[in-house]
């Protein structure tokens, strides 16, 4: 292994601190991740930033040196080269789906249906959900508090209204006398 701490430094940053493949951050695993040659070094692939992902520990794991040798052998997704959109479809339930070979052979290889995986984002989904709710209610606040100044200056006006007309009343009463 020949990469620096800068290397790996910019790879982390490069990929917001979350693995590549399955979107876990640094926060959530309480621990740093793995750097990954996406082409192994035994299979010929190089330390150039090119080739370098930043992988949790359990993607790594399950990756390993993987290459496809032979045209007829499956590849694997390159997040750094296509977005996951292109390859999978996260259904309601959490759960992965398929849209190209890619992308099955590289959701059974790195087992991205994983239990703890479909549970983040569940979660994940659930927070999304809280945090547009709650964006909702502070909206729905604001929008009160305008409505309720606009109604205190609309009670002033019609309080003034009236204390006009009371005088007009008043004057036009003296003038019939
Ligand atoms: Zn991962």
């Not at 070094?41 to 930033?49: F, P, R, V």
């Not at 002033?156 to 204390?163: A, F, K, N, S, T």
Request: overall charge negative; proline content about 5%.
């Amino acid at each position: 292994m020949t990469i620096t701490n800068e290397i790996r430094e910019q790879v982390r940053q490069r990929a917001n601190f979350a693995c590549e493949f399955c979107g876990v951050t640094e926060t959530d695993a309480g621990s740093e991740l793995t750097i990954d040659h996406f082409q192994p070094i035994t299979k010929g692939g190089g330390d150039g930033l090119e080739n370098l992902l930043y992988c949790c520990h359990r993607c790594n794991q399950y990756k390993l040196d993987y290459w496809p040798t032979h045209p007829s052998e499956p590849s694997l997704w390159n997040p750094r080269r296509e977005p996951a959109a292109q390859h999978f479809l996260e259904l309601d339930n959490g759960t992965l789906h398929p849209l190209t070979d890619t992308g099955a052979f590289t959701l059974k290889r790195l087992r991205l249906n994983r239990p703890p995986l479909v549970a983040y984002r569940i979660r994940k989904r659930q927070q999304a959900e809280e945090i547009r709710l709650l964006t909702r209610y502070r909206e729905m606040v604001q929008l009160l508090e305008q409505l309720n100044t606009q109604l205190f200056i609309l009670t002033e006006e019609q309080r003034q209204l009236l204390e006009e007309q009371r005088e007009l009343l008043r004057l036009l009463l003296n003038a019939q006398e």
